[in-house]
C-alpha cells in the first residue's frame, strides 16, 4: 500500500529515518530525523510502500521552479527488498502525483562518487557531449533503474563532489 509519510505516525516516520541511513550512510548517518522531517514538510510529497506496519521504500519530490520541475530526492529501497518493483512503483505513483500538481519535468541528480559509471575517473570537460551519448554504469548506481523508468542524462555537473565524482542529473518529461 502506498502512503503519503507526513500523514504517518511516528513509527513509520523512524522506519523512513532507518531507510535513509541504511541506503546513504555517508549522507544521513546523523541527520536522518531531520532529513525525513523536511521532505514530510510542505510543499514536499513524500511517499512509502507499506506492508503492513513495515516500512519497504519511500521516494520524495521538491517543486524548484515554481511548481513546473520537481527534484526527486531522496528514493530508497530496503536493501532486503531490492529488485522487487518497489522503486518503480514509488517513482511511478510519485510522477502521477506531481503532474496533478502542474509538474511537467521531474529530475535528479545521481552522483557517482565510487567510480560506478563511466563519468567518474575522466575529465569531463573532455568531450562532455560524446561522453553523456555514451554513459554507461555497473555495481549498484541507479542510472540504469532511472533508464528503465525513461528518465534519460540531461547534464552533469563535473567534479561536484570532489575530482572525478560528479553528478549526473537525469530527466523526465511527465503526462499532463
Ligand atoms: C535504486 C533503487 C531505489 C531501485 O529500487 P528497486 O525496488 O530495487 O527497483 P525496481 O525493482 O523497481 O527496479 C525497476 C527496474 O530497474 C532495474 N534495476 C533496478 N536497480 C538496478 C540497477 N542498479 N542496475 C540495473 N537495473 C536496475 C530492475 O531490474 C527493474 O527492471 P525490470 O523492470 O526490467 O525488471 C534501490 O536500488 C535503492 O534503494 N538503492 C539505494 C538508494 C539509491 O541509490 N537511490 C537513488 C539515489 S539517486
Redesign the pocket.
Known amino acids: 500500500m502506498i502512503v503519503e509519510l507526513a500523514a504517518c505516525a511516528a513509527d513509520v516516520r523512524s522506519q523512513a529515518a532507518c531507510l535513509l541511513q541504511e541506503?546513504?550512510p555517508q549522507a544521513y548517518a546523523r541527520t536522518a530525523r531531520e532529513e525525513v522531517d523536511k521532505v514530510t514538510a510542505s510543499p514536499c510529497i513524500a511517499l512509502g510502500v507499506m506492508r503492513g506496519d513495515e516500512l519497504l521504500?519511500m521516494v520524495s519530490a521538491r517543486p524548484q521552479y515554481g511548481v513546473t520541475a520537481w527534484e526527486l530526492?531522496?528514493?530508497?529501497?530496503k536493501v532486503s527488498?531490492?529488485?522487487?518493483?518497489?522503486?518503480?512503483?514509488l517513482v511511478s505513483e510519485l510522477e502521477r502525483r506531481v503532474a496533478l500538481l502542474g509538474g511537467v519535468t521531474l529530475y535528479?541528480?545521481?552522483d557517482d562518487e565510487r567510480g560506478e559509471t563511466s563519468l567518474g575517473g575522466v575529465d569531463l570537460y573532455d568531450d562532455l557531449p560524446g561522453r553523456i551519448a555514451a554513459a554507461r554504469?555497473w555495481g549498484?548506481?541507479?542510472m540504469?533503474?532511472y533508464r528503465?523508468?525513461g528518465y534519460q542524462i540531461v547534464g552533469v555537473l563535473p567534479d561536484a563532489n570532489g575530482s572525478g565524482k560528479p553528478d549526473i542529473l537525469m530527466a523526465k518529461r511527465l503526462d499532463a
Not at 527488498?81 to 512503483?89: A, S
Request: include cysteine.
Open positions: 541506503a546513504f521504500g530526492h531522496p528514493l530508497a529501497v527488498l531490492r529488485g522487487r518493483g518497489i522503486g518503480r512503483t535528479l541528480g545521481c554504469a549498484s548506481h541507479p540504469p533503474f528503465k523508468l
